[in-house]
Every structure is written in structure tokens, then in C-alpha cells.
């Protein structure tokens, strides 16, 4: 039997394996707000389960070598990934139920979901969704897994920025964590997840890219445009208030003008 | 935090009424601007991190006294880099009046997140809207005026080489500086929840802390602590009492993070592109369609692989036909003039004027010193200086940077650090510095000893001016390759001992400008400046010294330790070791010493061909290779410990040292053996 404890883990350790894998404990203890050894006796309680994989130190001892996607750390098993998701169903339904029926809001529901999805049977969680109308999304439209733990989602290809093509364009999905330096660096300059980039210009034998951000273009090393991952298509909608801040300002100043 | 203020600063603080900072993103004409407006001689390239420490000077504006300090561009105040903190310590510490930011019309959205940063932190600012001709040029328009009002900072369109439009920046400046208010109103808000959480932190700190460094608003310190910047949170922490507000802010930056799924740091950023965004978007117009100028295409030539390498191979042939052959050319030309109307003359003069004795003998020394500065260095330095000039000013160095990058990785660095490597070839001292470009220690120690490494404007002139004027091109090219092989072989070996991790390249590119003449004559005529001001004194004192030794005699005593190791090892004459030792002054000065000495040993013959009667061309080698290796010169060593600290400095130049005298013992080896 896992305890609350554990479930929540296998939780956060599902949502961080959506953005990337395998996951270093640092992310999770950063995700949770823990210490990292706190995360480490964790995990390896998880793995006598059988839900969790950890192998080793996730940092590379090279000299500035990339790492590439051969490093290491937490993945879960499948054992691991269907238990993750029926917890992550069961919070994702009681959500729903707690705004559509109750009528609470967004962060409240949130707060009580955390609780309600460790008490939740198999049975009460079949009836909820049915009542429901098997609902396909929670309200913040992240994806509800079905009873078998398939997600509806439009796989979004995610690849990093060094794959891409002389003039192919794709959009920043993340920057890699392990470096703050350097995400705080690339962020000053405006390459931040959300945002347009388009290769301009590949060097051969692993040299570096031109790419262009904005109305400025930058050479990026190999090493670093592996950090940057992108996905195709345009920035989505919802993200970054450019247009909306903009009328702001300038509805703020006329206001003051004719005051 | 002990607020210390920076000494060069404070210094012109007490002459001056006010002080102004500059500042501004990398490459967008701040050095220009400085020196328009103060008159003075700074280097400026097409090329971002031309300016790494602060340069100050003093102005005059209606009467008032004005401290300029020119910070090093910067895209960003934030912690994460060296030339990042050097600006922000200059504006913290330096304590400016007003902050003067220039922004490039061209990329006004990227250039106006500095610029908002600068408000965050509460400093008074006036905006200059620099590059306007070539933004015109390219169809874009900006509204100067709806700029200004939607910052609330006054803005004025500039451009800066031709001066147009800095009187107005200036008296805009002072304006502000007389009426300045206690924090600027912000002109702009995040996102209501950010917003809502910075005041409460704002709250907080109005109650917990009572001096807040360096005099900064209460919200401009919250905004730092949720951006966690390393400095403010330890200051806050430690030194002030406030393990309470940091706990806070670590609750409130978590708080950000699970609303938005991205740290507090990033997205304070975001919402500051963003702002930058629509206030560009809403004052800028482009033209519909532009055509890619002459400048852009050959831009994407030289970056392309498939001919940017061609590209950089012609090029740097043509560098070494127009030194080598060029410089000759001017070098016999001034030889020529030299002694028809000035050395002969004086030299006969001194002599009759004053008798023959130890003391006019040494003076006619200093004659001769004087006709090696003229027919040696200045010629080869005045063509070396335009071919800098114009590569640095048309911004082929992005380039060389770009393509370099994948080569540069097998020496532990990227291809960010071939520009102080290249331009070290001018001067290894503001190469040095130009290391601070590199964000890891690790690639500061390995660029900074390549840069040693390589030939310096000094050493080519005697490379150029004894080796391939007395021992043929061939030998010239073979000490290049020599010192090619050596740079590579070093940076390799480097790259697996020195410890630490290189990070990698991320560079602005600029696409090219077209070089301005006057401005390329201009820098052309500073570096020569500093060598005639420095160089040629020092050679003139130093031929007049060696002339002492020499008509005295003490020469010999002098010379007598150096024999095993000159004569024995290297194989050359123990005074040309003296002249070696006295280039540690000047590199300039071994080739000039040299030549007076051979001109003095052997009487009768000229100062043109006496080299050859007194050292063979392989000893002329010998000595050049020598010379170019071990360590540069005194000003170079300052700078290396400075930027280094004692131990490596002393590390790099041992080592260089030892080098030399390895690679001349072979050389003298292979000599004998031919």
C-alpha cells in the first residue's frame, strides 16, 4: 500500500517527466519544495516498490562535454507510470467535480483535489467520471487520463534546438535547469520558452548555429543549442501578455493626457 | 553588503557637479558617444565587449562639471556574467546622478529591457535613441515623442559618429540631474498577481529593513530578492538581519512558480520583454519590404561555411602580403628620408658640437634609436593599425567567431574568445582584459596565455623588420607557422590540465557596418599615439643607456653572465641578450637595440645592412623567435596578474619563458645542424 507521501511523489515525478527525462532529484526536490536528500530516501523507498528507476549521479564528471539524452536519473516504471496516472485522473475528476458541481474556485479546487485524490476508490472514481460525462480535460485543460492511462494529447514533438535545420523555425518549449546561469543569460537576451526562433544557419562538424530571436540574430554553440528545446509551430496563445500589456500602456497614458 | 564605492569613481566625484553613467546593450555606439562627448581616445569595434571596465572622464556643460563614467554594455544588470557585473557595480557603487541608456533603433524591443531594468532599480534615466541613419535606412521609424511619454524618461534620437543630436542628450541630462526626484514613477506594471506579491514582499521590507544597500527602493530590492540574485539574498540575509523576508520571498517566488510553471527570475524577465515588445510595437513602423543591403549579403557569405572559409583564408593572406610588403615598402621609404635629412645631419652636428667623447658617443646612440623607431616600427605598426581598425570597425570578427567556434572547443574555448585572441595582435593588453567576455575562470587562464602567445604589433615589427628584411619571407612565414603550431599545441594541452568547465558560445551578431574612415584613421592614430608617446622614448632612453654601457665599457660585465646562456645555448652574441632583456620594457625595443648595436660594433658601415655583418640569419631567427615567445613585456604581465591574480600570471609567464628558451636552444640546434 503507498502512502500519501509516496503517491504525491510518483505524482510530481509524472508531471516532471512530461517536461523531460530521466529527472534529476533536484528538480524534485525544487518541485517540491523539499530538501534533496529528503528526495533521495524517497526514492529509493519508491524503487523497492518497483515504481521508480535511479541510476546515479545526473551530472556528467567531462569537462564541458555534452551530455546529450544519454544522462541519468529518476524514470518511472511502468508499474509506476499507471499508478501516477490514476492519481493524476483522480485529482483531474475531483477538480472538475469541485468547480462544475460545487462550484469552487480554480485554486481552492486545486487545494482540496490534493487531498481527495488518495481517498478516492476505483469504484467512487468510476461514478465520478460517468457522472462527469468522462470530461477529457480539468479546468486549468490539462488532459484527464483514461481508465486504462491513455492521455488525449496532441503529441507535441519536443526535440532540442540543435536538431533542427538551416531555416527551420520552431518555437523555445524549455530551457535545460541544470544551468541557472546560463537560462538567467539566455533569458536577459529574450529567449525564453514560448518564444519564435529560427535557424538561420547550421555549421558543419557539431559548430555552432546562427538563429535569429526578435530582430537580432545570435551564434549559439552546439553545447548550448542542446539545451534548448523547441517544438514546431508558432508560440501558443495565452502566454506572455505582449499585445495585451501593450494596449495597457498606452490606454494608461492617454487617460493620464486628457486628465 | 559592505557598500563599497568604486575609488576611480569617487575620485572624479570630488572634482565634478554630477556624475552620468552610460549605458547601454553591447555594440549599440556607447564608446562612440563617450568619446564625443568628453573627447576622449576609447577604442570602439564593430563587435560586442570592446569596453570591459569603466572609463571615465570629465565634461563641460554650461558651466557645470560633469563626471562621464562609461559602463561596459551589457544586455542585462542580472549577476550571471563578468561584464554584467562590472556594469552593475558600476551604477550600484559608482552611484551616477542619472543613468544615460542608449538604445539601438534597430532592435529597439531587446535594447529597451536594459532600460526597464534600469527603472526597476529606481534610477533616474535619460534615453538615447542611438543609430538612427541606419534604422532610416532600413524603413524604420520611430516615434521619438510617444517614446518618451510612454517611459516617462526624456529620449533623444542620436547618431553618435557624427555627433548629431549628443548636445541635446547632454542638456536633457543636466536638466534632469537639476530636478531630480527622489525614484522615477514607473511608468509600466507587471501582471496584477506579480505585481500584488512584489508589494507584499515590499511591505515587508519596508518594515525589516532599514538601510537598504546602496540606497535602492524598496521595490527594486523586492524585485531582486524574487529574482533570487545571489548578491541581495546573502546581503539581505546575512548582513541585515532579514531571514525572515528571505523566507518570504522564497514562499512568494514559489508561489510564482506553481502559478506560472516557471521560475519567479524567468518570469519577471518575460514580463519585461514583453513590456519592451509593445512599447516598441507601439512606436515603431517598418517599411513593408526592404531589400537585404550589400553589408547583409556579404554578411551571410562570410558566415556561410561553404564560403566563409575561402573567405577567411584570402583574407588573411592579403593581411600578411599588405604587412609584409606594404610595410617594406614604407619602411624603405622612411629609411630614405631618415638619413638623407635627419640622422646623418645630427649625427655629424652632435659630433662637432660636442667632441668626441663617451657622452656624445651615447647620444648619437640615442640618434640611432630614434631612425630604428622610424624605419623599423612605425611603418609596419601604421599598416598592421589600419588592417585592425578596419576589421574590427566592419565587424568581420562576428564572423571569425562563428566559424572558428567547433575549432576553438579543442582549445577550451568558443568562438567568442578568438576576438581578444585576434585582436591581441595588436596589443596584448586590452586583449587580456577583452577575457572578460568569457563567463568561466578556466577559459580566462587558457585565452589569457594563448593571447600571450601571440605576436603582438610590437613583436610582428620584428618579425617583420629583422627576420623577413635580413633573413628572406620564407623564414618570416616559418616563424608564423612556428607560432600557429605553438598557440594550438598549447591550447590543447591546456584544455586537458587546466580544471574547471568552459561554457559555451552565445554571441550577438552584428551584421556588418561599413567602416568609417575617420574613425579607422582615428584609432589608428591612438595606438600609434601610444607607441610614439611610450615606445619611442623609452627606445630612445634605452639606446642611450646601451650606449653608456657600451662607450664605457661596463658592457662586458654586464654581458659576461648572459654568455653561456646567449652564446652557449641560444647562439647568438650576449649584447643582443642584453637587448632581449630590455624588451621586457617594450618588444619594439629588442629589433630597435639591436640595430644600434650592430650599427655601433661594427664602424664604417650603415645602419641599412649592418645586421647581417653583425649576426647571421639564423641567428636573427633565433633571436626574433625568442623574442616573440617568452614573456610579452611589462604592461602585459600588470594586466595578466591583474586580471588573474599572482599565481597564474606568474604560471603563464614562466612558462612562456621557458618556452622561448626551449624553442631557441632547438632552433640554434637545427641551425647548427644545417
Given at each position: 500500500m503507498l502512502t500519501e507521501k509516496m503517491e504525491e511523489y510518483l505524482e510530481a515525478l509524472f508531471k516532471l517527466s512530461c517536461e523531460e527525462?530521466?529527472?534529476?532529484p533536484t528538480r524534485v526536490a525544487e518541485y517540491l519544495g523539499v530538501t534533496s536528500p529528503s528526495v533521495l530516501d524517497m526514492i529509493h523507498r519508491l524503487e523497492g516498490e518497483g515504481l521508480v528507476r535511479y541510476s546515479g549521479s545526473a551530472r556528467g564528471q567531462g569537462k564541458g562535454r555534452i551530455h546529450g539524452r544519454h544522462r541519468k536519473g529518476i524514470s518511472l516504471t511502468p508499474k509506476g507510470n499507471r499508478a501516477a496516472k490514476t492519481l493524476v485522473r483522480r485529482h483531474r475528476l475531483s477538480e472538475r467535480f469541485l468547480t462544475d458541481v460545487l462550484g469552487l474556485d480554480w485554486e481552492s479546487a486545486h487545494r482540496e483535489a490534493c487531498k481527495l485524490e488518495h481517498v478516492i476508490s476505483p469504484e467512487v472514481e468510476e461514478r465520478l467520471a460517468e457522472m462527469l460525462g468522462n470530461p477529457e480535460t480539468c479546468p486549468h485543460g490539462h488532459p484527464i487520463p483514461d481508465e486504462d492511462g491513455h492521455i488525449k494529447e496532441d503529441a507535441e514533438e519536443v526535440k532540442p534546438l540543435c536538431d533542427l535545420c538551416a531555416n527551420e523555425k520552431g518555437c523555445i518549449a524549455r530551457v535545460d535547469e541544470e544551468e541557472p546561469k546560463l537560462l538567467q543569460y539566455l533569458a536577459s537576451l529574450g529567449m525564453l520558452p514560448d518564444v519564435d526562433i529560427e535557424v538561420k544557419e547550421v555549421a558543419p562538424f557539431g559548430g555552432p548555429l546562427l538563429v535569429k530571436v526578435g530582430d537580432t540574430q545570435y551564434a549559439l554553440g552546439r553545447e548550448v543549442a542542446s539545451k534548448i528545446w523547441t517544438r514546431k509551430g508558432h508560440r501558443k496563445a495565452g502566454r506572455g501578455r505582449h499585445k495585451h500589456q501593450g494596449q495597457g500602456i498606452k490606454k494608461d497614458r492617454d487617460e493620464r493626457g486628457t486628465a | 553588503m559592505k557598500e563599497e564605492r568604486l575609488e576611480e569613481v569617487e575620485k572624479i566625484r570630488r572634482k565634478a557637479e554630477y556624475i552620468f553613467a552610460l549605458a547601454g546593450n553591447p555594440n549599440v555606439g556607447k564608446s562612440t558617444i563617450f568619446n564625443r562627448i568628453t573627447g576622449m581616445g576609447v577604442m570602439t569595434a564593430n563587435?560586442?565587449?570592446?569596453?570591459?571596465e569603466l572609463n571615465l572622464a570629465m565634461t563641460e556643460l554650461d558651466g557645470h562639471k560633469i563626471g562621464i563614467v562609461d559602463l561596459p554594455g551589457t544586455y542585462a544588470l542580472g549577476a550571471v556574467s563578468e561584464d554584467q557585473l562590472a556594469a552593475r557595480r558600476g551604477v550600484l557603487q559608482g552611484k551616477p546622478d542619472l543613468v544615460v541608456v542608449i538604445l539601438d533603433a534597430n532592435n529597439l524591443a531587446r535594447n529597451l529591457y536594459l532600460l526597464l531594468q534600469f527603472l526597476d532599480l529606481g534610477c533616474p534615466v535619460v534615453a538615447a535613441l542611438n543609430l538612427m541613419d541606419q534604422a532610416e535606412r532600413s524603413g524604420i521609424h520611430t516615434d521619438v515623442e510617444l517614446l518618451s511619454e510612454i517611459l516617462g524618461v526624456p529620449v533623444v534620437p542620436t547618431v553618435g559618429v557624427r555627433g548629431d543630436g549628443l548636445d541635446e542628450l547632454m542638456h536633457e541630462a543636466l536638466e534632469l540631474a537639476e530636478s531630480r526626484e527622489d525614484y522615477p514613477i514607473l511608468p509600466f506594471s507587471y501582471a496584477m498577481d506579480i505585481e500584488s506579491r512584489v508589494r507584499r514582499l515590499m511591505e515587508l521590507v519596508e518594515r525589516e529593513i532599514e538601510d537598504i544597500p546602496y540606497c535602492l527602493s524598496p521595490r527594486a530590492l523586492s524585485i531582486l530578492l524574487l529574482e533570487e540574485d545571489e548578491e541581495f539574498v546573502s546581503a539581505v540575509r546575512d548582513e541585515l538581519g532579514g531571514e525572515e523576508l528571505i523566507r518570504e520571498s522564497i514562499d512568494i517566488a514559489r508561489e510564482i512558480k506553481r502559478d506560472h510553471g516557471e521560475r519567479a527570475a524567468l518570469i519577471i524577465a518575460r514580463e519585461r520583454h514583453g513590456i519592451a515588445g509593445s512599447i516598441a510595437d507601439n512606436v515603431q513602423e517598418r517599411g513593408e519590404f526592404e531589400r537585404p543591403s550589400l553589408g547583409a549579403r556579404m554578411w551571410e557569405y562570410t558566415t556561410s561555411f561553404k564560403t566563409g572559409i575561402p573567405i577567411l583564408l584570402v583574407i588573411m593572406a592579403v593581411i600578411f602580403v599588405a604587412i609584409f610588403w606594404g610595410g617594406g615598402q614604407l619602411a624603405e621609404l622612411f629609411a630614405e628620408f631618415w638619413e638623407r635629412f635627419i640622422g646623418d645631419p645630427i649625427g655629424s652636428g652632435i659630433e662637432s658640437a660636442l667632441g668626441v667623447s663617451i657622452f656624445s658617443q651615447s647620444l648619437k646612440w640615442a640618434v640611432d634609436g630614434v631612425g630604428a623607431v622610424l624605419e623599423i616600427a612605425l611603418p609596419y605598426l601604421l599598416v598592421f593599425y589600419i588592417i585592425l581598425a578596419l576589421l574590427e570597425d566592419s565587424g568581420y570578427l562576428n564572423s571569425v567567431a562563428f566559424l572558428t567556434d567547433r575549432f576553438m572547443h579543442k582549445l577550451g574555448l568558443h568562438g567568442r574568445a578568438v576576438i581578444p585572441i585576434i585582436s591581441a595582435a595588436g596589443c596584448n593588453v586590452p586583449a587580456v582584459m577583452g577575457t572578460r567576455v568569457l563567463s568561466t575562470r578556466r577559459e580566462r587562464i587558457i585565452a589569457s596565455f594563448l593571447i600571450v602567445l601571440v605576436p603582438c604589433s610590437a613583436r610582428i615589427a620584428v618579425i617583420m623588420g629583422a627576420v623577413a628584411k635580413y633573413s628572406g619571407w620564407a623564414l618570416a612565414l616559418l616563424m608564423y607557422l612556428i607560432v600557429l603550431v605553438l598557440v594550438i599545441s598549447a591550447g590543447i594541452i591546456l584544455n586537458k590540465i587546466v580544471p574547471g568547465e568552459s561554457a559555451g558560445l552565445v554571441m550577438e551578431m552584428f551584421p556588418f557596418r561599413r567602416p568609417s574612415l575617420v574613425i579607422v584613421l582615428k584609432k589608428t592614430w591612438q595606438r600609434l599615439k601610444d607607441f610614439v608617446y611610450i615606445a619611442a622614448p623609452l627606445i630612445i632612453v634605452g639606446s642611450f643607456i646601451l650606449g653608456l654601457l657600451y662607450e664605457s665599457g661596463w658592457i662586458l660585465k654586464l654581458t659576461g653572465p648572459l654568455k653561456p646562456l646567449m652564446e652557449g645555448w641560444l647562439g647568438i652574441p650576449a649584447v643582443a641578450g642584453l637587448a632581449l632583456i630590455f624588451a621586457f620594457l617594450r618588444k619594439e625595443l629588442a629589433l630597435a637595440l639591436l640595430l644600434v648595436l650592430a650599427a655601433q660594433a661594427i664602424p664604417g658601415v650603415t645602419e641599412g645592412s649592418s645586421l647581417l655583418e653583425f649576426m647571421t640569419k639564423g641567428q636573427i631567427f633565433t633571436f626574433a623567435l625568442v623574442n616573440t615567445i617568452y614573456i610579452p613585456c611589462v604592461a602585459t604581465l600588470a594586466v595578466l596578474w591583474k586580471e588573474l591574480g599572482t599565481r597564474d600570471s606568474l604560471v603563464i609567464s614562466a612558462s612562456t619563458v621557458i618556452l622561448a628558451l626551449l624553442l631557441g636552444g632547438l632552433s640554434h640546434l637545427v641551425i647548427v645542424l644545417l
Amino acid at each position: 500500500m503507498l502512502t500519501e507521501k509516496m503517491e504525491e511523489y510518483l505524482e510530481a515525478l509524472f508531471k516532471l517527466s512530461c517536461e523531460e527525462e530521466p529527472i534529476i532529484p533536484t528538480r524534485v526536490a525544487e518541485y517540491l519544495g523539499v530538501t534533496s536528500p529528503s528526495v533521495l530516501d524517497m526514492i529509493h523507498r519508491l524503487e523497492g516498490e518497483g515504481l521508480v528507476r535511479y541510476s546515479g549521479s545526473a551530472r556528467g564528471q567531462g569537462k564541458g562535454r555534452i551530455h546529450g539524452r544519454h544522462r541519468k536519473g529518476i524514470s518511472l516504471t511502468p508499474k509506476g507510470n499507471r499508478a501516477a496516472k490514476t492519481l493524476v485522473r483522480r485529482h483531474r475528476l475531483s477538480e472538475r467535480f469541485l468547480t462544475d458541481v460545487l462550484g469552487l474556485d480554480w485554486e481552492s479546487a486545486h487545494r482540496e483535489a490534493c487531498k481527495l485524490e488518495h481517498v478516492i476508490s476505483p469504484e467512487v472514481e468510476e461514478r465520478l467520471a460517468e457522472m462527469l460525462g468522462n470530461p477529457e480535460t480539468c479546468p486549468h485543460g490539462h488532459p484527464i487520463p483514461d481508465e486504462d492511462g491513455h492521455i488525449k494529447e496532441d503529441a507535441e514533438e519536443v526535440k532540442p534546438l540543435c536538431d533542427l535545420c538551416a531555416n527551420e523555425k520552431g518555437c523555445i518549449a524549455r530551457v535545460d535547469e541544470e544551468e541557472p546561469k546560463l537560462l538567467q543569460y539566455l533569458a536577459s537576451l529574450g529567449m525564453l520558452p514560448d518564444v519564435d526562433i529560427e535557424v538561420k544557419e547550421v555549421a558543419p562538424f557539431g559548430g555552432p548555429l546562427l538563429v535569429k530571436v526578435g530582430d537580432t540574430q545570435y551564434a549559439l554553440g552546439r553545447e548550448v543549442a542542446s539545451k534548448i528545446w523547441t517544438r514546431k509551430g508558432h508560440r501558443k496563445a495565452g502566454r506572455g501578455r505582449h499585445k495585451h500589456q501593450g494596449q495597457g500602456i498606452k490606454k494608461d497614458r492617454d487617460e493620464r493626457g486628457t486628465a | 553588503m559592505k557598500e563599497e564605492r568604486l575609488e576611480e569613481v569617487e575620485k572624479i566625484r570630488r572634482k565634478a557637479e554630477y556624475i552620468f553613467a552610460l549605458a547601454g546593450n553591447p555594440n549599440v555606439g556607447k564608446s562612440t558617444i563617450f568619446n564625443r562627448i568628453t573627447g576622449m581616445g576609447v577604442m570602439t569595434a564593430n563587435y560586442p565587449g570592446m569596453t570591459v571596465e569603466l572609463n571615465l572622464a570629465m565634461t563641460e556643460l554650461d558651466g557645470h562639471k560633469i563626471g562621464i563614467v562609461d559602463l561596459p554594455g551589457t544586455y542585462a544588470l542580472g549577476a550571471v556574467s563578468e561584464d554584467q557585473l562590472a556594469a552593475r557595480r558600476g551604477v550600484l557603487q559608482g552611484k551616477p546622478d542619472l543613468v544615460v541608456v542608449i538604445l539601438d533603433a534597430n532592435n529597439l524591443a531587446r535594447n529597451l529591457y536594459l532600460l526597464l531594468q534600469f527603472l526597476d532599480l529606481g534610477c533616474p534615466v535619460v534615453a538615447a535613441l542611438n543609430l538612427m541613419d541606419q534604422a532610416e535606412r532600413s524603413g524604420i521609424h520611430t516615434d521619438v515623442e510617444l517614446l518618451s511619454e510612454i517611459l516617462g524618461v526624456p529620449v533623444v534620437p542620436t547618431v553618435g559618429v557624427r555627433g548629431d543630436g549628443l548636445d541635446e542628450l547632454m542638456h536633457e541630462a543636466l536638466e534632469l540631474a537639476e530636478s531630480r526626484e527622489d525614484y522615477p514613477i514607473l511608468p509600466f506594471s507587471y501582471a496584477m498577481d506579480i505585481e500584488s506579491r512584489v508589494r507584499r514582499l515590499m511591505e515587508l521590507v519596508e518594515r525589516e529593513i532599514e538601510d537598504i544597500p546602496y540606497c535602492l527602493s524598496p521595490r527594486a530590492l523586492s524585485i531582486l530578492l524574487l529574482e533570487e540574485d545571489e548578491e541581495f539574498v546573502s546581503a539581505v540575509r546575512d548582513e541585515l538581519g532579514g531571514e525572515e523576508l528571505i523566507r518570504e520571498s522564497i514562499d512568494i517566488a514559489r508561489e510564482i512558480k506553481r502559478d506560472h510553471g516557471e521560475r519567479a527570475a524567468l518570469i519577471i524577465a518575460r514580463e519585461r520583454h514583453g513590456i519592451a515588445g509593445s512599447i516598441a510595437d507601439n512606436v515603431q513602423e517598418r517599411g513593408e519590404f526592404e531589400r537585404p543591403s550589400l553589408g547583409a549579403r556579404m554578411w551571410e557569405y562570410t558566415t556561410s561555411f561553404k564560403t566563409g572559409i575561402p573567405i577567411l583564408l584570402v583574407i588573411m593572406a592579403v593581411i600578411f602580403v599588405a604587412i609584409f610588403w606594404g610595410g617594406g615598402q614604407l619602411a624603405e621609404l622612411f629609411a630614405e628620408f631618415w638619413e638623407r635629412f635627419i640622422g646623418d645631419p645630427i649625427g655629424s652636428g652632435i659630433e662637432s658640437a660636442l667632441g668626441v667623447s663617451i657622452f656624445s658617443q651615447s647620444l648619437k646612440w640615442a640618434v640611432d634609436g630614434v631612425g630604428a623607431v622610424l624605419e623599423i616600427a612605425l611603418p609596419y605598426l601604421l599598416v598592421f593599425y589600419i588592417i585592425l581598425a578596419l576589421l574590427e570597425d566592419s565587424g568581420y570578427l562576428n564572423s571569425v567567431a562563428f566559424l572558428t567556434d567547433r575549432f576553438m572547443h579543442k582549445l577550451g574555448l568558443h568562438g567568442r574568445a578568438v576576438i581578444p585572441i585576434i585582436s591581441a595582435a595588436g596589443c596584448n593588453v586590452p586583449a587580456v582584459m577583452g577575457t572578460r567576455v568569457l563567463s568561466t575562470r578556466r577559459e580566462r587562464i587558457i585565452a589569457s596565455f594563448l593571447i600571450v602567445l601571440v605576436p603582438c604589433s610590437a613583436r610582428i615589427a620584428v618579425i617583420m623588420g629583422a627576420v623577413a628584411k635580413y633573413s628572406g619571407w620564407a623564414l618570416a612565414l616559418l616563424m608564423y607557422l612556428i607560432v600557429l603550431v605553438l598557440v594550438i599545441s598549447a591550447g590543447i594541452i591546456l584544455n586537458k590540465i587546466v580544471p574547471g568547465e568552459s561554457a559555451g558560445l552565445v554571441m550577438e551578431m552584428f551584421p556588418f557596418r561599413r567602416p568609417s574612415l575617420v574613425i579607422v584613421l582615428k584609432k589608428t592614430w591612438q595606438r600609434l599615439k601610444d607607441f610614439v608617446y611610450i615606445a619611442a622614448p623609452l627606445i630612445i632612453v634605452g639606446s642611450f643607456i646601451l650606449g653608456l654601457l657600451y662607450e664605457s665599457g661596463w658592457i662586458l660585465k654586464l654581458t659576461g653572465p648572459l654568455k653561456p646562456l646567449m652564446e652557449g645555448w641560444l647562439g647568438i652574441p650576449a649584447v643582443a641578450g642584453l637587448a632581449l632583456i630590455f624588451a621586457f620594457l617594450r618588444k619594439e625595443l629588442a629589433l630597435a637595440l639591436l640595430l644600434v648595436l650592430a650599427a655601433q660594433a661594427i664602424p664604417g658601415v650603415t645602419e641599412g645592412s649592418s645586421l647581417l655583418e653583425f649576426m647571421t640569419k639564423g641567428q636573427i631567427f633565433t633571436f626574433a623567435l625568442v623574442n616573440t615567445i617568452y614573456i610579452p613585456c611589462v604592461a602585459t604581465l600588470a594586466v595578466l596578474w591583474k586580471e588573474l591574480g599572482t599565481r597564474d600570471s606568474l604560471v603563464i609567464s614562466a612558462s612562456t619563458v621557458i618556452l622561448a628558451l626551449l624553442l631557441g636552444g632547438l632552433s640554434h640546434l637545427v641551425i647548427v645542424l644545417l
